[in-house]
């Protein structure tokens, strides 16, 4: 009988402070190998501290996160955790997509050149073989016709498909987005959310850090609403936003709604 496989995200009793002010206070979350992770609540209530914490960007002072059973950024040594090597902790990285809110691509690089240099920087493929990756994904994300654009020639949304595509092109387990639509202008918006939700019907395990409320419902497996650095209310989304439990999770949604 073989082992159970186990979880793709795991957030074991997650604390962070910032100086005296406790951004994360003792979160436990568990995300499924395909699931969809949909994280809401009001501004300063962690949700971004935690997606960041999930590849170690952010260090947590109390607790850990394993993504499929690997421990991230500590290793346990002598009944405590660890801090393992930058060079370690950025081979961990590689296999945990991560879009963020402002984009960040290389406004040197070309669109194709900036999806094919994480993989060809890793070592995982060729250059020619990162080049016809880069083609396939900027395809998916319908840039076919954008290859040779510099980011400044692309509107806010095409910037942020490239950037769905560069972090596809590692191949990564799970895919981190903090709220990828902020950014951009309200017309622009439905373009990425699209992209975004075919990769949810793919199977690939995503969390989710969104405002948009229609979206949580439409694509997410479990909606997770955060407040005050604590998991207030969890479900599917059609229990969680349509009929919470909570008096916060209510008062919260009667306001974006």
Not at 73 to 90: C, D, M, T
């Given at each position: 009988m073989s082992a159970a496989r186990p979880a793709a995200v795991t957030v074991h009793d997650a604390h962070k402070w910032y100086g005296a002010?406790?951004?994360?206070?003792?979160?436990?979350?568990?995300?499924?190998?395909?699931?969809?992770t949909v994280i809401i609540g009001p501004s300063g209530s962690g949700k971004s501290t935690l997606l960041r914490a999930v590849n170690h960007l952010e260090k947590l002072d109390i607790g850990h996160v394993t993504v499929n059973?690997?421990?991230?950024?500590?290793?346990?040594?002598?009944?405590?955790?660890?801090?393992?090597?930058?060079?370690?902790?950025?081979?961990?990285r590689r296999g945990i997509g991560f879009v963020f809110q402002g984009f960040h691509l290389f406004p040197h690089l070309t669109v194709l050149e900036n999806v094919a240099a994480a993989p060809a920087a890793a070592k995982r493929k060729s250059r020619a073989e990162a080049a016809e990756l880069a083609r396939t994904l900027l395809g998916r994300v319908g840039l076919a016709d954008k290859v040779d654009a510099y980011p400044r020639q692309l509107s806010g949304g095409q910037q942020q498909r490239v950037a769905i595509a560069r972090a596809l092109a590692l191949e990564p387990g799970v895919i981190l987005f903090d709220e990828p639509t902020s950014a951009l202008d309200p017309e622009l918006v439905g373009e990425v959310l699209s992209v975004i939700k075919d990769l949810a019907t793919g199977g690939t395990t995503l969390i989710v850090v969104t405002h948009e409320i229609g979206f949580a419902r439409e694509i997410a497996d479990t909606v997770v609403f955060l407040d005050g650095g604590r998991i207030v209310e969890q479900g599917p989304p059609d229990r969680v936003l349509d009929r919470p439990e909570h008096p916060r999770t209510r008062e919260f949604l009667s306001k974006v709604l």
């Open positions: 002010h406790q951004v994360l206070a003792g979160i436990e979350l568990t995300v499924q190998p395909g699931q969809v059973g690997e421990p991230i950024g500590v290793r346990h040594h002598r009944g405590r955790l660890k801090e393992i090597s930058e060079r370690a902790i950025l081979a961990q």
